[in-house]
C-alpha cells in the first residue's frame, strides 16, 4: 500500500469543474490529463520555480509539480529585482513553469523554461497515467516569507502538512466537494495557495479566480453558483462598505455559505458592519506560513468577533508566558505566545538551519504571536513580538528589508521603517529618512524605487523627512519615538 494521495480525485477524475479563470474552466479530467503529462517532464527536475501569475497555468503547474514529487516555488510576478535574484539564488530552481507567451524577468529568463499548454487537456486517459504517489514527508512547497530583517526565507511544507490542514479545516467549516469558492488572493502564498487552491482540489470542489479582487467580481460570484470566499481584511474592509451602500451586494453577502478572513485581523468594527447589513457573520482563522492554519472559528459554533476561534483538530498549541510558563486557564486575560506542534508544521527553512532551530523551542515552533485564551478556547491575538514586522492588506513585510532597499537609494543617507494604522490596508508602510539634494527626491521616487527593487506591496505610502533619526546610546533607532 502506498500513502494516501494528496489529490485523490485526479485518481478517479470525474468531468465536473476543478478552477475557473474568467472564461477559462478547468474539468477535473482536463486537469488529470495536463498535469500527468507536464509532471511527466518535470519528474527529473529537483525544484521547479512556478510564474504565478493569477491565471489557470499555474494551477495545472502547481499541480503537476505535486503529481510528480517535485518540489515548488510559486514566484510572486510583482517581485522586485533584489528580491527575485534571492529567491532564484536560494531556492535554485532547475526550471520554470509559465503560462505560454509569460513575459519573465531576467532573473527567471536565465533558467530553462516550460510552458504549460491547456491545450493538451484534450488528450486522452490512457497516456495520462499517475507516477506513485510521493513519501508524505517529502517537500511540497516552498514559500517565501519576510522576517523582521534580511531577506525572505523559504519556508518548505511537506505534503502531509497540507493534507492534515486542508482536511482539519474542512471538518472546521463542514467544507465539500459541494463548495465553490470565490478567490481573489495571489496564488504565492499559503493563503491563496494552500486554502485557495489546494484545498477545493483536495476535496474535489471548485474555486473561481477573479483575476484581482473586486467588491463586483465576489458579488456577482457569490449571486451565482459561489458558496464560500476567502479574503483578508482589507477586501472585508471594502465589501462593508459596498453592503452599506448597495442592497444588492448586502443580500449576496448574506446568502453565502462561509465567509472567512485571515491574515490578519479583521477588526471587530468591520465585522459588525458586515453582520449588521448582511445577517452574515465572517469567520476568522489564524496561522502562519511556517504551521500553516492552527485556529478556525467553527462554521456550526458561535461567531463571536475579535476571535480566531479554538485550535483545529490535531493541532497542538500552546500559550506561553515571558518566564516560560504554560498558561492553561481560558480567563482572556494572561498573554502568552503561541507554539504549534503537530502535523501541520513546516519542515524548516531553506538553507537556514539556524533559523530554523531559532525558530523552535522543545519540538514547538514559535510563532512570535501574542494570544489569550477565552472560556470557549478560542484564541484573541492581541500583537506580535516582532514590532519591526508589518502587516498591510494581509501581506508581512519586513521593516529592515525596506530599509536595506531605501539605503540602496542615492538620494537616502538614513533611514528607518515603521507601520502605522490604516483603515484599508491594516497598516501602511511609513518611511523616515534622512535624504540628500536639493531638493531632496520626491516620496514617490522613494516608493518606486522600493516597488522596482522589492515589490509594489512594500513600498512606502508615507515618506517623513528628518535632519536626523532620533538614536539611543548605542546609536540605535528609537522607532518608539519614531511612531509616537
Ligand atoms: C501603486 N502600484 C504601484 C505603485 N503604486 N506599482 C509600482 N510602483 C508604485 N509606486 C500598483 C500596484 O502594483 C497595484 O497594481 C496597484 O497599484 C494597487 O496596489 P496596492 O495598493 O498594493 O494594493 P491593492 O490593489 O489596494 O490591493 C489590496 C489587496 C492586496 C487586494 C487586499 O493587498 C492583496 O491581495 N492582499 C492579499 C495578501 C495575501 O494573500 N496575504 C497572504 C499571506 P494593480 O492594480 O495592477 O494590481 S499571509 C498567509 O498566507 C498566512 C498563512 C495567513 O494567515 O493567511
Ligand atoms: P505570514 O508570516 O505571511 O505567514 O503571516 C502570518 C501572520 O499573519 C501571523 O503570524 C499573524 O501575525 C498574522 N495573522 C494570520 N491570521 C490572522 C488573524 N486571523 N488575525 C490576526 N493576525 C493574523
Not at 503529481?67 to 528580491?83: D, I, K, Q, S
Not at 492553561?328 to 531553506?350: C, K, M, N, Q, R
Not at 533559523?355 to 519540538?363: I, L, P, Q
Not at 514590532?387 to 519586513?398: E, F, H, M, N, P
Request: aromatic residues 4%; negative net charge.
Amino acid at each position: 500500500m502506498g500513502a494516501p494521495p494528496l489529490l485523490p480525485i485526479l485518481h478517479e477524475p470525474t468531468d465536473a469543474e476543478a478552477v475557473r479563470f474568467g472564461q477559462c474552466s478547468v474539468t477535473y479530467r482536463e486537469l488529470r490529463v495536463t498535469a500527468a503529462a507536464l509532471a511527466r517532464r518535470v519528474s527529473d527536475a529537483r525544484r521547479v520555480a512556478i510564474w504565478a501569475r493569477p491565471e489557470p497555468e499555474t494551477c495545472v503547474a502547481m499541480v503537476a509539480a505535486l503529481v510528480a514529487g517535485v518540489p515548488a516555488v510559486p514566484v510572486n510576478p510583482r517581485l522586485g529585482t533584489l528580491e527575485l535574484r534571492h529567491l532564484v539564488s536560494d531556492a535554485a530552481p532547475d526550471l520554470v513553469l509559465t503560462a505560454p507567451r509569460a513575459s519573465l524577468p531576467a532573473a527567471l529568463r536565465a533558467l530553462p523554461r516550460l510552458a504549460v499548454d491547456l491545450g493538451t487537456q484534450g488528450g486522452s486517459m490512457q497516456g495520462a497515467s499517475m507516477p506513485p504517489e510521493p513519501d508524505p514527508e517529502s517537500p511540497a512547497l516552498i514559500i517565501y516569507t519576510s522576517g523582521t530583517t534580511g531577506p525572505p526565507k523559504g519556508v518548505v511544507l511537506p505534503r502531509r502538512a497540507l493534507a492534515a490542514d486542508i482536511d482539519a479545516l474542512a471538518a472546521a467549516w463542514g467544507w465539500t466537494a459541494q463548495d465553490v469558492l470565490v478567490h481573489a488572493l495571489p496564488l504565492f502564498h499559503v493563503h491563496g495557495l494552500v486554502l485557495g487552491v489546494l484545498g477545493p482540489l483536495r476535496l474535489g470542489g471548485a474555486l473561481h479566480h477573479l483575476g484581482s479582487f473586486s467588491v463586483d467580481g465576489v458579488a456577482r460570484e457569490l449571486g451565482g453558483s459561489a458558496t464560500m470566499l476567502f479574503g483578508v481584511p482589507t477586501m472585508y474592509h471594502r465589501l462593508a462598505a459596498a453592503a452599506e451602500r448597495d442592497p444588492q451586494v448586502a443580500a449576496v453577502l448574506g446568502r453565502a455559505r462561509l465567509l472567512v478572513s485571515g491574515s490578519a485581523a479583521l477588526s471587530v468594527s468591520d465585522h459588525r458592519r458586515i453582520a449588521v447589513a448582511t445577517g452574515q457573520h465572517v469567520v476568522q482563522r489564524y496561522g502562519m506560513t511556517e504551521s500553516l492554519i492552527t485556529c478556525a472559528v467553527r462554521a456550526e459554533g458561535p461567531r463571536e468577533p475579535g476571535t480566531v476561534g479554538p485550535p483545529l483538530d490535531g493541532v497542538a498549541l500552546r500559550l506561553v508566558d515571558d518566564h516560560g510558563e504554560i498558561l492553561e486557564a481560558p480567563d482572556d486575560e494572561a498573554v502568552g505566545e503561541i507554539e504549534v506542534a503537530g502535523p501541520t508544521l513546516f519542515l524548516g527553512y531553506l538553507n537556514r538551519s539556524d533559523a530554523t532551530a531559532e525558530s523552535m523551542r522543545e519540538g514547538w515552533f514559535r510563532t512570535g504571536d501574542l494570544a489569550t485564551r477565552g472560556l470557549d478556547g478560542g484564541l484573541r491575538l492581541v500583537g506580535r513580538r516582532a514590532t519591526d514586522l508589518i502587516s498591510s492588506g494581509g501581506y508581512k513585510i519586513g521593516a529592515g528589508e525596506i530599509e536595506n532597499a531605501l539605503l540602496e537609494h542615492p538620494g537616502v543617507t538614513e533611514v528607518a521603517v515603521t507601520g502605522e494604522p490604516d483603515p484599508d490596508l491594516g497598516e501602511r508602510v511609513v518611511a523616515w529618512v534622512v535624504a540628500v539634494g536639493d531638493p531632496p527626491p520626491a516620496a514617490a521616487e522613494f516608493a518606486e524605487h522600493v516597488a522596482r527593487l522589492l515589490a509594489p506591496h512594500k513600498r512606502p505610502r508615507v515618506v517623513h523627512y528628518l535632519p536626523a533619526l532620533p538614536r539611543n546610546e548605542m546609536g540605535k533607532v528609537r522607532k518608539s519615538e519614531l511612531r509616537r
